[in-house]
């Protein structure tokens, strides 16, 4: 595992409000303490000692990810512009799981700032709504969406910018010929 994946992996977890944490962090140690005032030792048909412990902390572990799973759904829903109330209710509420696996697999992608003026904007956007910037400029040859920092186009194999102009006799920047 790479330092990318772990730096990675904090920053999704650190979405997490303090208020999640501290739900799930109350309902473990609430269950913990539910479980030591309930009767063991194989009374009314309970499991002994050391089943009950390891039924306890098992649960509330459970319990617990779960919770903070629904305050992930919640604070990541927000960040990607999607109803965060809408999507904490569905996750909560659609039975045996399948409003998270609902959100996993319809979430939008995340917001990123516009480079002119820093607004959030999605990633599928061509022009940022704000300030009319090219987040996505196009290529005046073929109309393909192109990256800023191409100096050729990839689809069309035209400088970029220069629509209509015909491939210099030159091999393009890479060493890749043109096809006539």
């Known amino acids: 595992m790479n330092d990318n994946n772990k730096t990675r992996f904090r ?9 999640a944490v501290t739900i799930a962090v109350a309902v473990f140690v609430g269950i913990q303490v ?14 002994p000692f050391p089943g009950w412990v390891f039924l306890s902390i098992g649960g509330g572990l459970v319990v617990a990810a779960w919770l903070l799973l629904i305050g992930y759904i919640n604070a990541d829903a927000g960040r990607r512009g999607m109803g965060r109330l809408l999507w904490t209710c569905i996750a909560l ?9 609902a959100y996993f697999l319809l979430r939008k992608p995340k917001l990123q700032p516009c480079p002119g003026c820093h607004t959030m904007v999605s990633p599928e956007f061509r022009f940022c709504p704000h300030c009319g910037f090219a987040l996505m400029p196009a290529c ?9 920092e191409f100096t050729w186009c990839p689809y069309c194999g035209k400088p970029v910018g220069t ?5 210099p006799a030159a091999a393009p920047p890479g060493g890749m010929v043109p096809r006539p």
């Open 11 to 19: 920053d999704e977890l650190a979405i997490l409000s303090p208020i």
């Open 93 to 101: 509420l659609v039975p045996n799981a399948l409003g998270i696996l």
């Open 163 to 167: 629509a209509g102009e015909e491939m």
């Open 34 to 47: 539910l479980c030591v005032m309930l009767p063991k030792g194989g009374e009314k048909g309970l499991p």
């Open 140 to 148: 005046t040859s073929c109309g393909r969406a192109i990256r800023h």
